[in-house]
C-alpha cells in the first residue's frame, strides 16, 4: 500500500499572510488540525491547530481585551508556521510514513508530485489503514497467540484454518517476548472460539487471547 492510496485530498492549504483566527476557524470548519502553507503556489511550511493557539495571550496577561484582540488580528500564519517541511512522495510505501512520523514525532506529513502538494497523510489516515488491517468492523474470532519463530510455522496455522472452513478476515504478526517467537493476531470467520482453539492449538506456544 502507497500513500497516495491513503492519504486526505484535495488538500486544504492557506496562505502565509492569513491571519491566525482565521486559520483556526478553517481549521474549526473543516475539522482538522494542520494546514499546509503555501506562497505564489509552493509549499512553505505547515502550521498546527497547537502552533495557532500558543500564538494567542496567555490569560495572565495584563493588557486590555482591545489590545489583546489588536495584537492577535497583527499575527499571521507566516509569524508561526515550521518552515522545515518533512515531506514524501505519493509512492511511498505507507509504513515508511508511519515511520518518518513516529521517528520525528510530528503527526501529518505533505505528500508531494514534483513541487506541488497533493495530499496530506495524518495520524488519522495511519489508524484508519490499523482498522482495516486488523479487521476491526468486520465480525469474527480474534486470535492473539506466541508461535514459535521458525519456517513454516505461520503457513501450517493458515493451512490448517483454511481446510477446517476458516476464512482469514486479518492477519498480522508482531515482535515476541525474545527472538525465538512471535506475537501473532489473526480474525477468522466460519469457526467458532473452541473450533480455532482446536485448530491452532499444536502449532502454538500460549494462547494470549481469544473474543469474537
Known amino acids: ?36 502553507v503555501v506562497k505564489d503556489g509552493k509549499l512553505v511550511g505547515i502550521v498546527s491547530q497547537t502552533d495557532l493557539l500558543n500564538a494567542s495571550p ?22 508561526v508556521m515550521s518552515k522545515k517541511v518533512l515531506t514524501v512522495t505519493e509512492d511511498t510505501p505507507i509504513e515508511e510514513a508511519a515511520r518518518f512520523m513516529t521517528d520525528n514525532k510530528i503527526g501529518g506529513l505533505p505528500v508531494m508530485r514534483d ?24 465480525a469474527g474470532v480474534r486470535v492473539t497467540a506466541l508461535v514459535p519463530e521458525k519456517q513454516g510455522e505461520l503457513a501450517a496455522i493458515t493451512q490448517a484454518i483454511a481446510q477446517a472452513g476458516g476464512c482469514f478476515i486479518a492477519f498480522g504478526q508482531f515482535a515476541g517476548e525474545d527472538q525465538t517467537n512471535r506475537l501473532l493476531t489473526f480474525k477468522v470467520s466460519g469457526l467458532d472460539e473452541a473450533q480455532v482453539v482446536a485448530v491452532i492449538e499444536p502449532f502454538i506456544e500460549q494462547l494470549i487471547d481469544i473474543r469474537s
Open 58 to 79: 496567555s490569560d495572565a496577561t495584563s493588557l486590555s481585551v482591545w489590545e489583546i484582540n489588536y495584537l492577535v488580528s497583527q499575527i499571521t500564519v507566516a509569524d
Open 1 to 36: 500500500m502507497l500513500v497516495k492510496e491513503r492519504m486526505s485530498h484535495p488538500v486544504i492549504t492557506i496562505k502565509t499572510d492569513v491571519p491566525i483566527m482565521e486559520a483556526l476557524s478553517l481549521m474549526k470548519q473543516e475539522h482538522i488540525r494542520r494546514l499546509p
Open 115 to 138: 513541487e506541488h502538494i497533493i495530499g496530506l497523510i495524518t495520524e488519522t489516515d495511519l489508524f484508519k489503514v490499523l482498522l482495516e488491517l486488523m479487521g476491526a468492523r468486520e
